[in-house]
């Protein structure tokens, strides 16, 4: 079931006035404008004075914080999360909640795709609905053997995980890698917090059926408790939006094991090395003067990874990213490679690419698998990208990801094999010899890092 909820509202702390968030912004432009402190509950014409000349910082000490269930998974990958880096969210992990895939309402689904595409024929839909069944067949067929796989593969790989470890991880660890086969419109939810300018623009560059649906839902929300600032909220109908599929000239589906990387430049000239406590518990790289040449060298790569990567890769919004093609391959992890299921793997493939052909671009892209890839380029300051490195190179971080950030330091270290930068993305372990995660300790064989291979290719 679809719900927007709101949750929270930046609230006035000392002081009353008719609306906060008129109140708050005139308080924020009189700030600037004034040489005395301006009082808290005067008004200004926010719309002229503010809205109409850009002067939008002002209108940016407001926030809200949502609630949305139900939304599919592709609606946050390649919607909400996909441009705007002007947010903060929590999306319902696929590694935690097994429900999802175990228990799937498909019912539910259906009727998410007559709520969106209700032009779509009853063929084409069922069509739709076999295609994703197929998907869900496959995981529960193969779930009970993937995690028997996952243990064995724990065992083989992390001396020091105990029982209690394996039984709690390998479950989640076979249900993140099976559920590749799974399409991305299943259902999901999110908290999301973004400020009254980004929501506005958002709702006006709204271009698939679903951002346009939650952008709506999330402005009339606001509208209740402001209906004074209507004035804001408008689709911008001349914006040039172009061809917005993101499926091109794909050609026949090739079924992978290693997600693609290319190193296109990288300046790490006046890299200032941090050190450990400088990035753990709190990463303060955008915060110390001493590390501010690193926001000007820059590191620019091409990846291509799963859908299931690609919406990890988000969480960091200090790098930038391209436009995403879907390239028509299929990433298959190590356990249901393990397990033989490269056939169904490409069959699953072929049936989408098929699908695609006689499907809206939007909901072809809103029922691609979890393991249909998508290429892109990234760039980003050499603190924004050891910001995102942090974990990748720990054992907690997910397979994919984790290969990802491995042919990052390959590619830089093949390039300069003294580069500092390098050495700083190395793991807290690593450096220290001591875990960072607690209770959640991988298992791995520390020592190593004296005298043998530390970022080995893993299954886990």
Known sequence: MISVKLLAATKIV???????????ASHAALECYQSEPPELGKVIDVENRLFG????????????????EGLGVSAITLGMHLVSPFYNSDQRSGRFCAKMF??????????????????LCFAKRKAVMGFVEKGVRIYQENIVLATEMAAN????????????????????????????????????????????????AMYAAAWSPETL?????????VL??????????????????????????????????????????????GFVEPKPEDM???????????????????????????????????????????????????????????????????DLMWQWMDLTRSLPFSLAQAIAPYGAMARYKKSGSLNAVLHEQNKRLCWCAQEEIYHLGRALR???????????????????????GKCAEGGRYCGRLIAVRQKGDYFPLRKV
């Not at 000392?14 to 708050?24: E, P, R």
């Open 224 to 269: 209740e408790r402001f209906p004074e600032i209507a004035y804001m909220f408008k689709r911008n109908k001349k914006a040039s939006f172009g061809d917005l599929s993101f499926i091109k000239n794909v050609m026949d589906p090739q079924v992978i094991s290693e997600s693609g990387f290319k190193l296109i430049e990288i300046d790490e000239s």
């Open 102 to 119: 175990v228990e799937p309402d498909l019912a539910e689904i259906e009727a998410y795709i007559k709520i969106f595409w209700p032009r």
């Open 153 to 200: 593969f724990i065992g083989q790989e992390r001396p020091f995980a105990n029982d209690d470890y394996i039984k709690t991880n390998a479950p989640k660890i076979a249900q993140e890698q099976l559920r590749v086969f799974i399409s991305t419109i299943f259902p999901t939810g999110f908290d999301f917090t973004v400020n009254l300018s980004a929501l506005a």
């Open 53 to 68: 000349t850009g002067h939008h910082t002002t209108l940016q000490h407001y926030f809200f914080t949502f609630n949305v």
């Open 280 to 346: 753990w518990p709190l990463d303060l790289l955008h915060f110390l003067p001493s590390m501010m040449d690193n926001s000007v060298g820059n590191i620019k790569t091409e990846v291509e990874l799963s859908l299931a990567c690609m919406g990890q890769d988000q969480r960091h919004r200090t790098i930038r990213r391209g436009r995403p093609r879907l390239t028509g391959n299929f990433y298959l992890p190590p356990v249901p490679k393990s397990l033989g299921l490269s056939r169904e793997a490409f």
């Open 410 to 432: 390959a590619a830089i270290l093949e390039k300069n094999k003294k580069s500092r930068f390098a050495r700083a993305l190395e793991p807290y372990c690593f450096r220290t």
């Open 213 to 221: 649906f939650f952008t709506q839902k999330m402005a009339y929300l």
């Open 14 to 24: 000392n002081g009353q006035a008719n609306s906060d968030f008129l109140a708050l």
